[in-house]
């Protein structure tokens, strides 16, 4: 198994572009996490999905952040227009429904907002 | 609202030094508890977890970690550290019959010196 795959690895954009993040799940997977990671906040739940539909996306810092599945192999975290306090490592991790599963995550996305 | 502390921001310790890294959480129900590392560079991985049953749970690389229900605690241990095990520790906590989403500690970054 490929393991969770996240795209691009790195991105660096300026301020007010639109930044994309790509995650494709470990096949078989129902649950979809996104996190941030920064020194200042630690690790942050941003949104999760369960079989495509979001659940709980109460992290989600602002409305410049979005996120979609729209099947069960692929998401999307979206922000629109980017600031540089948005800088941080965005993982993404999968894993079976239900809370006594593990989560296995991607190797994140390092975004550097200038 | 669930919250979990770990108590030690960055822990430095010689090789073979015993381990012991706190990780309390607040949470009255039953709760699935899980300790995962990040090594620099990388992603988090899973180092163990417990649902139930024997409350002292034994994970890879020589790690344990101790359910204590009457102290919210779940701290990780390991009798002899080694150069490799400098990374960053996470302990998380999911409310049992939950969707699957985590709350994560701060982390704390172990620094091993040769």
């Known amino acids: 198994d490929a393991g969770v795959i996240q795209s691009p690895r790195h991105e660096v954009t300026e301020m007010g572009q639109e930044v994309t993040l790509r995650c494709k799940p470990i096949?078989?997977?129902?649950?979809l996490f996104w996190y941030r990671q920064t020194m200042m906040r630690g690790l942050e739940l941003l949104i999760y999905?369960?079989?495509?539909?979001?659940?709980?996306d109460s992290g989600m810092p602002e409305d410049r952040f979005s996120a979609k599945m729209p099947n069960a192999s692929f998401s999307t975290l979206k922000i629109q227009p980017s600031e540089p306090r948005d800088s941080a490592v965005y993982f993404c991790?999968?894993?079976?429904?239900?809370?006594?599963?593990?989560?296995?995550f991607g190797p994140g996305t390092r975004l550097t907002v200038t | 609202a669930q919250s979990v502390s770990q108590h030690n921001h960055h822990v430095i310790l010689s090789e073979a030094a015993s381990l012991e890294l706190g990780c309390n959480y607040s949470?009255?129900?039953?709760?699935?508890l899980f300790w995962y590392v990040q090594y620099p560079g990388q992603h988090l991985q899973l180092l163990l977890k417990?649902?139930?049953?024997?409350?002292l749970v034994k994970g890879i690389k020589g790690f344990e970690a101790e359910f204590i229900k009457s102290k919210f605690s779940f701290n990780l241990r390991k009798p002899s550290v080694q150069w490799s095990d400098t990374a960053e520790y996470f302990c998380?906590?999911?409310?049992?019959?939950?969707?699957?989403?985590?709350?994560f500690g701060k982390g704390t970054k172990l620094s091993v010196k040769p």
């Open positions: 991790a999968s894993s079976r429904a239900g809370g006594e599963y593990e989560q296995y």
């Open positions: 096949s078989g997977h129902n649950s």
């Open positions: 999905f369960n079989n495509n539909v979001p659940i709980d």
């Open positions: 949470y009255g129900g039953t709760v699935n």
């Open positions: 417990y649902f139930s049953g024997d409350p």
């Open positions: 998380a906590v999911n409310r049992r019959g939950s969707q699957g989403n985590l709350i």
